[in-house]
Structure formats: structure tokens, C-alpha cells
């Protein structure tokens, strides 16, 4: 296996066809309904068409939401709302059907898959096609100790690249991103941030599970411990990952990066697929232009990274429960403008 060069994605990776952007805001202007009718959907459809390299926009038909899942030992400390080790149970609901995720994406006909790439659980006791990307079981307690070492950080890195892969060769023609963890919002506001120059306290949230104030005060020290730790490898974003990640964000980090190579749109979900995209961002300035934001999940971190990439919301409406279901929820909005740029009739 060749040494993994993340400065390679770089020259990689390329904007979305100007051109195409540019017929299709000349089409939108010969459509019958007045300019600024449709809002954001036909800045989604230039977008999408941009993606695309085609106008008319093909219409969004193999859509598939992806979720990567893993356990932060950083967990253990009572930061989360949920019990330490307990995602195994959100991969279970995701797969059988009870999640809010898996129930979103079965209403829109969108297949789920779920990635294991660190959940704390024997792997027997999840299905084989969920497992066999599993680099470790859960991420080290990064408050004290790396997530990851190197080798597993690159492993992680590179099994995100190969489901972006698996993804863009089966045809599918946007992602839906999200992630199932346990303590991975604690290990995302840490590496924001580490990478915006900020105070634990400015980014630490009430999680998608939701916490008190003492527990908020326990994640706030554990963000503050694990940012003494980030900002010396603050120059390579792989050992960023090892240090104060975890399996699962460097997967998606590397998801994020391969998805932009093999041309792929995705939608992110909350603050982890928004902390990676801002990983991602460092590693590959022009990636963002291949990424929508679902929706403000009211964690301060992904609003401050958001900011940072310069994307902005589709959708506002509170909801919190993250895993997918903000990715999700924003998934028929740009179906919408879709079909709305590709079967609006022009005017002669």
C-alpha cells in the first residue's frame, strides 16, 4: 500500500464546471416565473447543474444516505446524553428501521448504509456489510491519550476513501452524510476548535442527546484538555485526526475528500460531518464547493465551522436529533430544485 499524501486531493480535486453554472443561471433567466420566485432552490439547481456538468439538471434518482458509526472513549466522562459504548444500539435502530434516520430515508424510498468503522461492541453481533470497514473498537479517551494511532488513522482515512468509491461506481448521484456515535460531538468541538483558534467554552453544545449543565461543564473541561493536545499537531490534519478525532471522523473526513474527487454532491448533517468538512477544507480548499449543509443543529461548533467554510444552512427547525435526519430532512428540498431546473419551461 503507497504512503497516503493528503496534499494530493489538492491537485485532485476540482470545482464543479463554471460553465455549466453559468447556462444554467442563463436558463433560469428564460424561465416564466419572476426572478427570485423560487428562493434557494435555484441557487441548488445552478448548483446541482454545476455538479453535474449538464443543463437541463438530470433530476437527483439514486440518492443514499450514508452513516458512519463509532465510539469516543471520551464518553466515559459523562459528556454525552447517552451512555458510553451504547452506539451499537443507534446502529440497531438504524437497521431495523425504528431510527428517525431510517424512517426519514424510508418515506423518500433512500437506501441506508451504515458504517462501522469503531463501534465498541463484539463484531459478530452487527451484520457483516456494517463491520467490515471496523479499523478498532471505539476511539481512545482523547482528554489524556490519542484517538488513534497513526496506522489506524490512515486505515480509517483510507476506508472512508473506499466507501466514497463504492458509492460513486454504483451510480449513486448524492450522499446524504451523517454519523451514529457516542461522544463524537465532544471530539468534533474540539477539532473546530483547534482549527478556528477558539475557547472550549464558545463550542461546546448540549450534544444530540441533549445534557445538563454539569455535564455540560464535564464536556467543556474535556474539550479545553483535548485542545492542549490538537494545537501542536495543528499542521497535518491526519495526525489532527489521530490526536483528537477519532476513527470515525477521519473516515469521514476522507469520505468527504474522495466524494469531491469522484464528483459526488453530498448534504452534511451536524457538527461532526461539519467538523471533518472543515478538516477536509484544510486539506483541500476547493472540496466545499461539492458540499450542501442540511441544517443548523444548534451546536455552536457547527455553526462556527459552517461559518468558516462559508456554507450556509438549507433548513432551520430545531431539530437535534442528528444521525443523518438533518442531511435527510433536506434531502426533498434539493430533489425540488432539481425537478424545478429540469422541467420549468423557458420562454421563447
Known amino acids: 500500500m503507497s504512503a497516503l ?23 433560469r433567466a428564460r424561465l416564466a416565473l419572476r426572478p427570485g420566485a423560487l428562493g434557494r432552490l435555484d441557487e441548488i439547481g445552478e448548483w446541482l447543474a454545476a455538479t453535474q456538468q449538464q443543463v437541463p439538471v438530470r433530476p437527483v434518482e439514486r440518492p443514499r444516505a450514508v452513516l458512519f458509526a463509532g465510539d469516543h472513549g471520551v464518553a466515559s466522562l459523562d459528556v454525552s446524553g447517552r451512555p458510553a459504548g451504547s452506539t451499537k444500539d443507534l446502529v440497531r435502530d438504524v437497521l431495523d428501521g425504528s431510527s428517525p434516520a431510517a424512517i426519514l430515508a424510508r418515506r423518500a424510498g433512500v ?50 476513501m473506499a466507501v466514497a468509491d463504492e458509492e460513486a ?34 463550542v461546546t453544545g448540549r450534544g444530540g442527546a441533549g445534557i445538563d449543565d454539569l455535564a455540560w461543564m464535564r464536556k467543556c473541561a474535556a474539550i479545553r484538555d483535548a485542545l492542549r493536545r490538537a494545537r501542536p499537531v495543528l499542521g497535518d490534519q491526519l495526525e489532527l485526526l489521530a490526536a483528537t478525532g477519532g476513527a470515525d471522523l477521519a473516515a469521514i473526513t476522507g469520505f468527504l475528500l474522495q466524494s469531491a474527487v469522484r464528483r459526488t454532491p453530498v448534504i452534511l448533517d451536524g457538527v ?9 477544507q484544510r486539506v483541500a480548499f476547493r ?40 442531511a435527510l430532512l433536506a434531502l426533498p428540498l434539493v430533489q425540488a430544485a432539481a425537478a424545478l431546473a429540469a422541467d420549468l419551461p423557458v420562454r421563447d
Open 287 to 326: 472540496s466545499p464547493d461539492w458540499w450542501l449543509a442540511g441544517q443548523i443543529s444548534g451546536e455552536p461548533a457547527q455553526a462556527k465551522a459552517l461559518d468558516r467554510i462559508a456554507l450556509n444552512p438549507l433548513l432551520d427547525h430545531g431539530v437535534t436529533a442528528g444521525e443523518g435526519t438533518g
Open 169 to 202: 461506481d454504483a451510480g449513486t448521484d448524492l450522499v446524504a452524510l451523517g454519523d451514529l456515535s457516542v461522544g463524537g460531538t465532544t471530539a468534533a468541538s474540539t477539532l473546530i476548535a483547534a482549527l478556528c483558534g477558539t475557547d472550549a467554552s464558545v
Open 5 to 27: 499524501n493528503l496534499d494530493d486531493f489538492a491537485h485532485l480535486i476540482e470545482r464543479p464546471d463554471g460553465g455549466a453554472r453559468r447556462d444554467a443561471e442563463e436558463r
Open 111 to 160: 437506501p441506508v448504509r451504515v458504517v462501522d468503522v469503531a463501534v465498541d461492541c463484539d463484531p459478530a453481533e452487527l451484520p457483516e456489510e456494517v463491520t467490515r470497514h471496523r479499523v478498532r473498537r471505539g476511539s481512545g479517551r482523547i482528554d489524556i491519550e490519542n484517538a488513534l494511532t497513526a496506522e489506524e488513522a490512515e486505515q480509517a482515512f483510507r476506508a472512508g
Open 272 to 280: 461532526v460531518s461539519a467538523a471533518c468538512a472543515l478538516v477536509a
